[in-house]
């Protein structure tokens, strides 16, 4: 018990520990607002703060704020082009603890506050990384933003309805369209992270007159999101997602369809929609240059894995002159994807861009180049780009040992946030021109947070690593070890931790978890096999059809490599993975139970061989290597699709002839295989095939060595009498219900 409080105690010191989430210059560019996050735990809430910086001429702080300014009921909030507006879209309780939202314009001193739940045009705003958006027009008369589709009332058949109230001439008042008998019917949302987003619609407010309109124009399966004012003011642009025939899910996959579509919402040519982007397509980040002349965005094709390269791409604008054309055409690639690597112009390795978006504000004053984030390898780094000549220059912040993510740019000043394992984020600023000068000169304008010795201390190696004797095309992966100094002869446990995705990648960048587990005394690795983001579209794709085979061997070499060169006590080894992180995990436990000897699992998906049947991730469809076992799935008789008469033979041989037909298909198939090991043999069923597992696994018992049941129907005796299953009334009780109620009413009267 006192190590559990000691542990709680650490815990709680890392999360005093902030997080740098975004930054913001002002028009002049000598103030960076910040956006900054803290883990909250009495209230169970991430709170979320501005801290603003003064910068001088040389790009020095001369004057910061005395305290953050809580921001934790802003969902959204931009500045209009010439900074003499705010909108914000904030969410509140009223004193009836009900959720309400408000779209808040603010003007110096001044503050106008509109209840969007009370103008009950559409639901709540969708404030999120995927749909999320909130921007000004160009002439700063009205701010644009996607919130979900109103639905009409839905009402039970049974609930009597309001008489219709008559107007003053006569007519019938019309309320709001009730739907009846439909308050139950499912609708498909997102998913993770995007629970309740069913269908989303684009809302325009004009601030100058309060009034709202709901765009109109797009077809009726498309989800809109990302959408921003286009130059000329007349248009908004955004991205179109697919909703049919199924929301798979957005938060970690970049391959769902979906187009950049321009919409006119005003003018002669109002809810005429145009397709920007070439058909099976995904695309995010739409983005328009200073001077309007181009716009930008990320692409990839809409099948493959979940997660893989982005082209970043551009298209003239306007593209809306003469007849409707295919504008699609005109799309140009500046970035195109990278099959193992090529080298920027200063001379180092890049390997694609894997950012899920670009920064907000990413284009130089001229407009000519642009800004850029992505993971590469082993950490995050940022990139200019030329967009005639498509030529990169790698402007990480070489001063600081660790990842650069920019946050913004304007007139040519640069904002980055810089962190490493041992190094919650500091914030960085640079002019361009320096940024990309082989002597950089960034500037720390925030402090570098104090946090506990032991950490500051502790040692972080970027692993390069490789199979030496594969045969395979790719054969090189990465990790990266983190662990405390230790004394002469002092060995460590050690935790080895792959990434979830299974497309995805770990970087060096500070980490709460992997900081608890430093001050507790492990060693920890993370590990970013052979399928991980970051290292080139060949290394991502290698791992389709392969899952449960290499990066069950990159984790182990890992773990070997880790036991050879740092002072890791081999007795001591653990696992620790979430999502398909705890897929691995779970797997290297069974294949190496002498290697590891705890495994912890969060979220895990271990159960692949259901999921290759229902699961749209082709890395799992495809993979039926399953830890190296074959697999024998038997239809025993009594299984639909081989006639009634089949269908009907089970009845009343309930463990009999679907015990038999397994185990018959069982030595047939090792008859048939030679490769099958008749020493291992493993038994496993959900339901009523958990029902037959355990009989043969108890009629059978030297046979097989182990069985994995899933919510199994294993006491047929109590079952018998409730369940309206032939074939369970009949095997309890052969002569049938009116034998069951005989012999309960002979009991009751013998009692």
Same mark, same amino acid.
């Given at each position: 018990m006192p190590q559990v409080k000691e542990i709680i105690a650490t815990y709680k010191a890392l999360a005093k520990i902030?997080?740098?989430?975004?930054?913001?210059?002002?028009?002049?560019?000598?103030?960076?607002?910040?956006?900054?996050?803290?883990?909250?735990?009495?209230?169970?809430?991430?709170?979320k703060y501005h801290y603003e910086y003064t910068l001088d001429s040389e790009l020095k702080t001369i004057a910061e704020s005395n305290f953050g300014s809580d921001v934790s009921n802003e969902l959204l909030s931009t500045t209009s082009p010439s900074g003499r507006y705010k909108a914000i879209i904030r969410e509140e309780k009223d004193n009836k603890d009900v959720k309400k939202q408000y779209l808040e314009i603010w003007e110096a001193y001044t503050k106008q506050s509109i209840d969007l739940k009370a103008l009950d045009i559409h639901g709540d705003v969708y404030a999120d990384g995927e749909f999320g958006c909130l921007d000004w027009s160009p002439d700063e008369t009205a701010v644009v933003y996607v919130a979900e589709r109103k639905l009409p009332k839905m009402e039970s058949y049974i609930k009597r309805q309001p008489a219709k109230a008559k107007n003053c001439d006569g007519s019938t008042s019309t309320d709001t369209e009730v739907r009846v008998g439909e308050e139950y019917i499912y609708r498909q949302d997102w998913g993770e992270q995007l629970i309740g987003k069913h269908l989303s619609v684009i809302v325009i407010c004009n601030v100058v007159d309060q009034s709202f309109k709901v765009l109109e124009g797009l077809p009726e399966s498309w989800c809109p999101g990302q959408v921003c004012f286009a130059p000329e003011g007349d248009y908004v642009v955004g991205v179109g997602w697919e909703t049919e025939p199924r929301r798979l899910g957005l938060l970690f996959a970049t391959n769902r369809p979906s187009f950049i579509f321009s919409l006119a919402y005003t003018g002669p040519k109002a809810n005429e929609m145009r397709k920007l982007s070439k058909p099976e397509m995904a695309v995010r980040s739409p983005r328009f240059s200073p001077n309007g002349d181009k716009l930008v965005w990320l692409q990839r094709k809409a099948t493959g894995p979940h997660y893989s390269g982005l082209e970043l791409v551009s298209v003239p604008w306007p593209p809306h002159g003469g007849d409707r054309g295919d504008e699609s055409k005109n799309?140009? !690639?500046?970035?195109?994807?990278?099959?193992?690597?090529?080298?920027?112009?200063?001379?180092?390795?890049?390997?694609?861009?894997?950012?899920?978006a670009l920064p907000q504000r990413c284009f130089s004053e001229d407009g000519k180049r642009l800004l850029f984030w992505t993971p590469q390898r082993t950490e995050v780094r940022s990139y200019v780009?030329?967009?005639?000549?498509?030529?990169?220059?790698?402007?990480?912040?070489?001063?600081?040992?660790?990842?650069?993510?920019?946050?913004?740019?304007?007139?040519?000043?640069?904002?980055?946030?810089?962190?490493?394992?041992?190094?919650?984020?500091?914030?960085?600023?640079?002019?361009?021109?320096?940024?990309?000068?082989?002597?950089?000169?960034?500037?720390?304008?925030?402090? !570098?947070? =104090?946090?506990?010795?032991?950490?500051?201390?502790?040692?972080?190696?970027?692993?390069?690593?490789?199979? =030496?004797?594969?045969?395979?095309?790719?054969?090189?992966?990465?990790? !990266?070890?983190?662990?405390?100094?230790?004394?002469?002869?002092?060995?460590?446990?050690?935790?080895?931790?792959?990434?979830?995705?299974?497309?995805?990648?770990?970087?060096?960048?500070?980490?709460l978890d992997a900081a608890l587990f430093n001050l507790c005394g492990f060693a920890i690795v993370q590990v970013n096999y052979r399928g991980s983001i970051g290292s080139g579209e060949a290394a991502v794709n290698f791992l389709l059809g392969r899952i449960g085979d290499t990066d069950i061997k990159d984790c182990y070499l890992t773990t070997q490599k880790c036991i050879e060169q740092y002072p890791i006590d081999r007795d001591r080894v653990g696992l620790f993975g979430g999502s398909h992180g705890?897929?691995?995990?779970?797997?290297?436990?069974?294949?190496?139970?002498?290697?590891?000897?705890?495994?912890?699992?969060?979220?895990?998906?271990?159960?692949?061989?259901?999921?290759?049947?229902?699961?749209?991730?082709? =890395?799992?469809?495809?993979?039926?290597?399953?830890?190296?076992?074959?697999?024998?799935?038997?239809?025993?008789?009594?299984?639909?699709?081989?006639?009634?008469?089949?269908?009907?033979?089970?009845?009343?041989?309930?463990?009999?002839?679907?015990?038999?037909?397994?185990?018959l298909a069982i030595r047939r198939a090792s008859e048939a295989d030679a490769r099958i090991d008749r020493d291992r043999y493993v038994l496993y069923g959900g339901s009523y095939g958990g029902a037959v597992v355990a009989h043969l696994a108890g009629k059978r018992p030297a046979t097989f060595k182990a069985m994995v049941l899933r919510n199994p129907l294993i006491d047929l005796a109590t079952k018998g009498p409730a369940a309206d299953n032939p074939e369970f009334i009949s095997q309890s009780c052969p002569d049938g219900p009116s034998g069951v109620h005989r012999r309960l009413d002979g009991g009751l009267r013998r009692a």
């Open positions: 902030p997080n740098i989430v975004g930054a913001r210059l002002n028009n002049a560019s000598d103030k960076i607002m910040s956006k900054w996050t803290i883990r909250d735990l009495d209230k169970g809430i991430i709170s799309v140009s !690639i500046i970035v195109d994807l990278i099959d193992t690597k090529v080298l920027t112009e200063d001379g180092k390795d890049f390997y694609g861009i894997y950012g899920p780009v030329n967009l005639d000549s498509g030529k990169l220059t790698d402007i990480t912040n070489e001063s600081f040992d660790g990842s650069t993510t920019i946050l913004d740019i304007k007139n040519d000043i640069v904002v980055a946030s810089c962190s490493n394992m041992t190094t919650p984020a500091v914030l960085y600023v640079t002019t361009l021109a320096e940024a990309c000068n082989t002597n950089q000169n960034w500037r720390q304008i925030s402090p !570098i947070l =104090d946090v506990p010795e032991q950490l500051a201390k502790s040692k972080v190696n970027l692993m390069e690593l490789a199979h =030496d004797n594969d045969e395979d095309e790719i054969k090189s992966f990465t990790a !990266i070890y983190l662990a405390p100094q230790v004394q002469e002869d002092q060995k460590l446990p050690l935790i080895v931790w792959p990434h979830g995705g299974p497309q995805s990648s770990l970087n060096n960048i500070y980490n705890g897929f691995l995990v779970t797997g290297l436990s069974g294949v190496y139970p002498d290697t590891y000897k705890a495994v912890v699992t969060r979220n895990p998906v271990p159960d692949v061989a259901t999921m290759s049947n229902t699961t749209d991730i082709p =890395d799992w469809n495809k993979s039926v290597i399953l830890l190296g076992f074959a697999s024998l799935r038997v239809n025993y008789r009594g299984s639909i699709g081989q006639g009634e008469r089949c269908a009907y033979s089970l009845v009343g041989r309930m463990g009999d002839y679907d015990v038999e037909d397994c185990a």
